[in-house]
């Protein structure tokens, strides 16, 4: 009798920790608005860079995604890669590589130059930032011929809600990119949902049972 008892104690625990175990999920937190594509890009290599603010909310304490849109000349001689960086202020913060990202075609504009949204995902851990607003800087584009060699990279300007400075000439419109995190609140997930209600009734079986018996 006291063995069955603890038994249905313990199953009805399990399914409530179940029921509050929190659901992690990846989401955009800053989008700077649609690229534009026609009007104007600004170099991320040959040691030029650009800096553009990002809001934030307390609940995104890392980065797991980034996009956003170059100008290519050469449509053989795609980005590889790219610094970048999260800080306070513009042009402040850990240096990370992103290395390895997806080329995505969007088109080729009235210039001659070929559209590409490059979107990128750590490998490992995702980049941890601060809580707060922030700037996201590139620099250091590397392209299939190598780095800074001879392939200038054109970050798009989008004029979006960003506020923006280039490394030589200071304040400048905005780029088009987007970044996602982690979101650390905590809701039921579906499937714990689930597994509490299917609880509950197994228990509420086994009661009856002995009631009955």
């Known amino acids: 009798m006291k063995t069955r008892i603890a038994l249905l104690s313990l199953l009805t625990i399990a399914c409530l920790v179940l029921a509050v175990a929190p659901a992690m999920a990846d989401t955009v937190f800053y989008d700077n608005g649609a690229y534009n594509g026609t009007n104007d890009g600004w170099t991320i290599n040959f040691g030029y860079s650009v800096s553009d603010s990002y809001t934030n909310t307390p609940h995104y304490t890392s980065v797991s995604d980034v996009h956003f849109v170059y100008w290519d000349a050469n449509s053989s001689d795609l980005l590889t890669g790219v610094d970048a960086q999260f800080g306070s202020t513009s042009f402040s913060g850990t240096v990370t590589s992103l290395n390895g990202g997806t080329n995505t075609l969007l088109g080729t504009n009235q210039y001659g130059y070929e559209l590409y949204q490059y979107d990128w995902a750590p490998p490992g851990a995702d980049i941890p930032i601060g809580s707060g607003p922030g700037y996201f800087t590139l620099s250091n584009a ?72």
């Not at 190598?146 to 923006?164: F, R």
């Not at 400075?165 to 997930?189: M, Q, R, W």
């Open 142 to 213: 590397c392209t299939t011929s190598g780095c800074s060699v001879s392939n200038p990279i054109y970050w798009d300007e989008n004029s979006g809600p960003s506020t923006a400075y280039e490394n030589s000439v200071g304040s400048i419109p905005s780029e088009a990119f987007t970044l996602s995190g982690e979101n650390g609140t905590t809701t039921p997930e579906p499937s714990s949902i689930m597994l509490f209600g299917s609880g509950i009734l197994g228990l509420a079986g086994v009661l009856r049972r002995k009631l009955t018996r």
